[in-house]
């Protein structure tokens, strides 16, 4: 088994489906462990230039993404955005599942998400601005959703390809 997933891009059905729930009585299991394991390994290969990396990037339509909120990587797994703010932003975003080509979303500049993280323990956090973009992105990868499907101007690259 090699140790990173190849990410999957807008060319594979799989990125376009709704990715399932988690048992949650299997995070801690050895098996999910080593799954995680590998995403985050995936996520260093892509050399610092990811802030976040949703499971079905890598192959596993299965709710978990792995996001950079500053110095904290953090695993969230079954994530829930239970609150958003009415005030908006427009932040410029790329994906590597759409190489090459980036645009501008608008999207909640504050958020609350719910979600259970790797040891099994159930989380509540507010983000706002870019860490709140960064989980909207991810947490539409689980809904089969790209970031050029909501973009307002496309500022590099060609879309649709
Ligand atoms: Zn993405």
Known sequence: MSSIF?????????IHERSVEVDEKEVTTPKFQNYLDKI????????????????PQCGINKRV????????????????ITKVSDS???????????PGVYGMVTRAKR?????????????????KNFYADLVQHEVDHLDGILFVEKVTKITQGKWPK
């Open 40 to 55: 985050n390994k995936t996520f260093e290969s892509l050399a610092g230039t990811a802030a976040g990396l949703a499971s």
């Open 88 to 98: 908006m932003q427009e932040t410029e975003e790329g994906c590597f599942s759409v």
């Open 6 to 14: 190849p990410i999957v891009t807008y060319e594979q059905p799989s």
């Open 65 to 80: 993404i792995l996001v950079q909120l500053s110095k904290d990587r953090l695993f969230m797994i079954n994530p829930e």
């Open 111 to 127: 958020i609350t998400v719910k979600f259970t993280d790797r040891h099994g323990r159930r989380n509540e956090i507010d983000l």
